[in-house]
């Protein structure tokens, strides 16, 4: 049987999740010819040469920060991938196009779902990257609102000095999308007052190394519910698995 090669493109992911998640399941699942292997761009222009080099590529994860610059290089998108303008996960059709999925909605929708309680109605979204994108439709899907968070100001959005004890009794859900506070830089955080945070509230961050970040562990010192990145990572994964294997 011939090798089918998987893999993750992102800059700077030798941490990355990927990786080992599917070198296990291909292990378990005594997939011998699956491989998963990181490709670490500095910049999207190498994808092309990726493509060249690597003839028996199936399935591609995307990670930060070429959420969006990926699309030019594609031949179609999902419907949802679309409309959220952000693709996590390229499916190599049987014809040899490449299509654009996003699996990062679907597995934000699955982590976040447990913990909704009857007055979580509004989030904040920090950062305005691929990532939140993904995360935006998620909360649409929800019906929850939700505004974003710019360190510029930025039509429709809130500046972090804007933020205060009102936006905190109106926004129940903060959502770090930013990569403030991921290993080797685990002394960042997001800019935020967090002595408003209360046990009204759920933290929620992207990032899943360190296991609690500093964003984390400030929302929890005030009663918040916190969630990492880890369990969304594990869904969006498993969705990929599917999209590949269509």
């Known amino acids: 049987m011939s090798k089918r090669q998987f893999g993750l493109i992102g800059k700077n ?14 292990a378990l699942g005594n997939l011998e010819d699956y491989f998963y292997e990181n490709f670490d ?7 092309p040469e990726i493509l060249k080099n690597n003839s028996d590529l199936k399935g591609l994860n995307v990670t930060i920060p070429f959420k969006e610059t990926i699309i030019p290089y594609l031949d179609k998108l999902s419907k949802n991938a679309q409309k959220i303008g ?3 996960v390229i ?6 196009s490449l299509k654009g999925y996003n699996s990062d909605y679907y597995g934000f929708i699955k982590s976040l779902k447990p913990l909704l309680k009857e007055h979580h109605k509004k989030a904040l979204i920090l950062g305005t990257g691929g990532a939140s994108k993904g995360i935006a439709f ?10 974003f968070v710019s360190r510029e100001e930025k039509e429709g959005m809130i500046n972090y000095n804007r933020i ?26 997001p800019n935020l007052p967090y002595q408003f945070f209360t046990k009204k509230h ?14 984390l562990k400030k929302a929890k010192k005030k009663g918040a519910t916190i969630k990492n990145g880890f369990e969304m990572l594990q869904y969006q994964a498993e969705k990929s698995w599917k999209i590949w294997n269509k």
Do not use: W
């Not at 761009?41 to 994808?47: A, C, K, P, R, T």
């Not at 205060?164 to 955080?189: M, Y």
């Not at 759920?202 to 964003?215: C, H, K, S």
């Open 41 to 47: 761009l500095q910049s999207i222009d190498e994808f």
């Open 164 to 189: 205060n004890a009102t936006t905190f009794d109106n926004f129940q859900i903060i959502i770090n999308c930013t990569p403030l506070g991921t290993s080797p830089n685990v002394k960042e955080f």
């Open 202 to 215: 759920i933290a929620f961050d992207l990032i899943y190394n360190p296991e609690e970040t500093q964003f």
């Open 138 to 147: 998620g909360l649409e899907k929800l019906g929850i609102l939700y505004t």
């Open 91 to 96: 499916r190599f059709t049987k014809k040899g």
């Open 13 to 26: 992911i030798s941490y990355s999740f990927s990786k080992k998640y599917f070198t296990e399941k291909f």
């Open 86 to 88: 952000a693709v996590n």
